[in-house]
């Protein structure tokens, strides 16, 4: 099982609708988690850091954790084409305390 | 506050060479971490640097090695150049060695090797 999975994508939808993308993570100690944006041929740009259970919003954007499930997701309320990248997720090993990054998923937001 | 700024941010060199990439963290930050980005591979951890001390080291050929200076500023190395090392790479810098504390990174610096 792999530390961080997250679904590859690509993730499709309309121009407005609610993206939903998800996080599991295997290391059942980890204390915070983090969604990184990463527009194609640029680096990553953190947009939320959730560290309790529950939803944390920000803008247009909303983090939800369940520690009991071991997942995080990311939700984006009325899509914007310019929301069409790949989002990474990461959460820190406690073990070594690297932060162990998915494989990211790409959105595409279609006008 | 200035952000992470990475440089060069374009290389060229051909196999066998060495090359040195620099990082400057966000002031403040002194923890430096390196990644090395492929569209196969996705973000590999390379190394992390903290009071000029590495603390944590991914699983990279002796090639690549790194350090920090008293200022934060980091610098990579990759010796001994390989096609396979044409990447993105890296930096991020987060304000201590606290792993729950958020990381951020620089524009990279895309190598090429030819």
């Known amino acids: 099982q792999k530390e961080v999975e997250q679904n590859s994508g690509p993730l499709s939808v309309p121009e407005g609708a609610i993206a939903s993308l998800n996080c599991t993570y295997s290391d059942r100690v980890s204390q915070s988690f983090f969604w990184y944006r990463q527009y194609s041929g640029k680096s990553p740009e953190l947009i939320m850091s959730?560290?309790?259970?529950g939803d944390k919003e920000d803008g247009r954007f909303t983090a939800q954790l369940n520690k009991a499930s071991q997942y995080v997701s990311l939700l984006i309320r009325d899509s914007q084409p310019s929301d069409s990248a790949t989002y990474l997720c990461a959460v820190p090993s406690s073990n070594t305390g690297k932060l162990i990054f998915g494989q990211g998923t790409t959105l595409q937001v279609k006008p | 506050k200035a952000g992470v700024t990475q440089t060069p941010r374009y290389l060229i060199k051909t196999r066998g060479q060495q090359v040195t990439l620099s990082c400057s963290p966000i002031?403040?930050?002194?923890?430096v971490s390196w990644y090395q980005q492929t569209p196969g591979q996705g973000l590999q951890f390379l190394f992390e640097?903290?009071?000029?001390?590495?603390?944590n080291k991914g699983n990279f050929p002796g090639r690549f090695s790194g350090r920090q200076f008293s200022n934060s500023r980091s610098e990579m190395n990759v010796s001994t150049l390989e096609l396979g090392d044409s990447a993105l790479y890296l930096c991020?810098?987060?304000?201590?060695?606290?792993?729950?504390?958020?990381?951020?990174f620089g524009d990279g610096t895309r190598l090429s090797i030819l």
């Open positions: 002031s403040g930050h002194r923890s």
């Open positions: 959730i560290y309790s259970n």
């Open positions: 991020a810098s987060s304000l201590d060695a606290n792993p729950n504390q958020p990381q951020h």
């Open positions: 640097y903290f009071s000029e001390t590495q603390r």
